[in-house]
């Protein structure tokens, strides 16, 4: 059974579901994305994700028109095996196709760039041997790409992300609930202390940079839910 903190982007709320692993994630439609796929390999029992990144899925699927196979999904930071402010940390992002072969890829890939479904479709010279995209959302606050700056009152996958990154350096959020609420914002401002950041509580792209550089893949010991 996985607890499955979901973003509402449509009514600004979070919301949470549990699912067990062949139930088809929230939002999902006709079945096509289970839990079990969407998790991966992550050893979480926690999971999160935005109500638009299922939305984007569930369109994609029915345009593609065949079952999908998912390499990778979901990760969350405390976990690593992705790059520094990855969409897939935040549940945002998909790398299928691994069982395609090159002709039937870049149709896929294709297809993904020419729906408009995906805020990012990564090209060819990156993935050779799948098809990543992704539901990202917001300006990234680093001009080289990433999560956008949030700050108190933000709610969303990208709090999960800040709050799973700042509770695996030992920085109490009180809890993993996707809202950045003063627990949070005094998180933050520690963290940003220690670090020699400004200690504004905003999550800018220093922050987000040294906070995701320390906290990737550092501890396996994954953190309780609230």
Not at 11 to 16: G, L
Not at 138 to 143: D, L, V, Y
Request: glycine fraction near 12%; proline fraction near 5%; hydrophobic fraction near 35%.
């Amino acid at each position: 059974m996985a607890t499955i903190k979901v973003f509402n982007n449509d009514e600004n709320r979070m919301e949470t579901y549990f699912k067990r692993e062949n139930e088809p994630m929230p939002y999902n439609t006709g079945n096509t994305l289970t839990v079990a796929e969407f998790r991966g390999s992550s050893r979480s029992d926690l999971l999160w994700t935005e109500k638009r990144a299922m939305q984007s899925w569930n369109s994609f699927r029915f345009l593609y028109g065949r079952p999908i196979f998912v390499g990778f999904a979901f990760k969350r930071p405390s976990e690593g095996g992705h790059g520094q402010q990855s969409q897939h940390y935040a549940g945002l992002a998909f790398d299928v196709g691994q069982n395609l072969n090159n002709a039937q890829r870049a149709e896929m890939r294709n297809l993904a760039i020419s729906s408009g479904l995906w805020g990012y479709v990564e090209p060819i010279s990156i993935s050779p041997t799948w098809v990543h995209f992704d539901r990202r959302r917001g300006t990234p606050a680093c001009a080289s790409g990433g999560y956008p700056t949030v700050r108190h009152g933000t709610l969303g996958a990208y709090v999960l992300v800040l709050q799973d990154a700042l509770n695996t350096l030992g920085y109490s959020t009180g809890g993993l609930d996707g809202v950045f609420g003063n627990m949070t914002a005094n998180a933050v401002v520690s963290y940003q202390r220690r670090k020699g950041l400004m200690p504004d509580g905003i999550v800018g792209c220093m922050t987000w940079s040294t906070l995701m550089y320390d906290a990737i893949g550092k501890n396996p010991l994954l953190q309780p839910v609230d």
